[in-house]
């Protein structure tokens, strides 16, 4: 065990080392395969967007918080694009240290995915780099970078693509970016994941350690954070929405997250979940919403007169993240934690499909297990048993139907993403919904399909950016 442990901390170490490739990067196979169908790059350019990574100054409820960002603030900076648009958006590296940008949620060509080792370039301090893609995919989706732990500094904004058939039906929009906040105010995510490594050595050796670990339940994530944050903003000082009472309102959430599972709920209110990582599903009522790393739900809400709270409570660990929906002035409310939150939630297994965006059925031509496993002493995760330095991709040819069968033999939960596709959770036309990042419980197992459409390597890992540092990634990779 600890011969597994050194070796990946060895990697990591040169990862980090001169202009490397970073801990997010490449396993197995080298060879990139560029996608032969998607988007040919003959259209205008529908937008052109400058995207600067940047460390700045923000404000969180009166506190001077040093953050790194998209923009002036947390959350901002978000691409707003119509699917079929062509978009070229050229990223500024500000900051101190190599960065890249990955569109999650949306399958672009391989070359853009932004995952440094494997497609597109590292983007060095004070350099640059254009990501140019037609924009595929329509819903609720964001970017965040695909180097090392950035994820948890504040580097995400929303990308959302709107549907030209879609009819809208509703008055306003609101997008809600839910996070574990450390930066600034607690240690950095480095400090957090080699705490996290040395409480596991030495809990491995009869010691106690874990500084930041989490609630000791098994969902509770494995780090402590001080504070929880929607659209960049502390409850002290919570974003807000003032809209009238009748009107109709769709939120988009995003759990941006590295290492917190939220149940969301909006205070004297019922939600309709109408999309799951953009994609349409049967509409299903909920009091309650369980919403994983990576995941993205679209809700509507119809609004009362008042003032509400808007909460996304951390599973298993003490905080809360607030907004408030208002259609009058006036304070927060005094009891403000929303009833829903008593309810058991909706998760993705009350969801189904909407048959519009059904894979068609079809019995898969290959079939691969993923069994998810580690532990925290040694702080390692893992899939089939091995870290990401030595994963050997799951290999694919195009036009295959793939089935992933995938089983956490671990005790925790991990949300399971993939680039570039779309799976069904469940058989393909079997209803299950349509996702790009699938949370498993401790000890769950789930089959999902997909269609091998998109050329390329492709990431497929934990969600929690800590799991994921600690080895949980391997990849898809279409054979020629
Ligand atoms: Cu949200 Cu590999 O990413
Ligand atoms: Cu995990």
Known sequence: MADGLLSRRRFLAAALGAGATTALAACGSSRITASSQRSPLTGPVSQEITLTARQTQVDMAGRAVTAWAYGPQVAAGGIRATAGDRVRITLRNDLPEETSVHWHGLAVPNAMDGVPGVTSPAVAPG????????????????????????????????????????????DHEWVLMLDDWTQGVGPDPQQIFD??????????????????????????????????????????????????????????????????????????????????????????????????????YDVLVDVGEGVFPVVAEPLGKVGEALALLRTVDGPAPGQ?????????????????????????????????????????????????????????????????????????????????????????????GGGGARKDTLLLAPMARADVDLVADNPGAWMLHCHNAYHAEAGMMTRLDYST
């Open 336 to 428: 403000r934690r929303p009833e829903g939150l008593s309810a058991y939630p909706v998760g993705i297994e009350a969801l189904q499909s909407d048959p519009a965006v059904e894979l068609p059925a079809a019995a898969p031509d290959v079939t691969y297990d993923l069994v998810l496993s580690g532990s925290m002493a040694p702080y390692v995760w893992m899939f089939n048993g091995v870290t990401h330095d030595r994963a050997r991709p799951l290999m694919v040819s195009e036009g295959q139907k793939v089935r992933l069968r995938l089983s956490n033999m671990s005790m925790m939960s991990h949300p399971v993403h993939l680039h570039g596709h779309t799976f069904q959770v469940g058989p393909a």
């Open 127 to 170: 350099g640059t780099f254009s990501y140019d893609f037609v924009v595929p995919d329509p819903g609720t989706h964001w970017f965040h970078p695909h180097t090392g732990l950035q994820l948890d500094t504040g580097l995400y904004a929303p990308f959302i693509v709107d549907d030209p058939r879609e009819r809208g039906g509703y």
């Open 195 to 296: 705490d996290l490594v040395a409480a596991g050595e030495q809990q491995g050796s009869g010691h106690m350690g874990g500084m930041h670990m989490g609630g000791m339940g098994m969902d509770g994530g494995d780090v402590a954070y001080s504070m929880f944050v929607i659209n960049g903003r502390p409850p002290g000082d919570p974003d807000s929405l003032r809209v009238k009472a009748g009107d109709r309102v769709r939120m988009r959430i995003i759990n941006a997250a590295a290492d917190t599972i939220f149940t969301f709920a909006v205070g004297g209110h019922r939600m309709t979940v109408t999309h799951s990582d953009g994609y349409q599903v049967k509409p299903v009522r909920a009091d309650s919403l369980r919403i994983s790393m990576g995941e993205r």
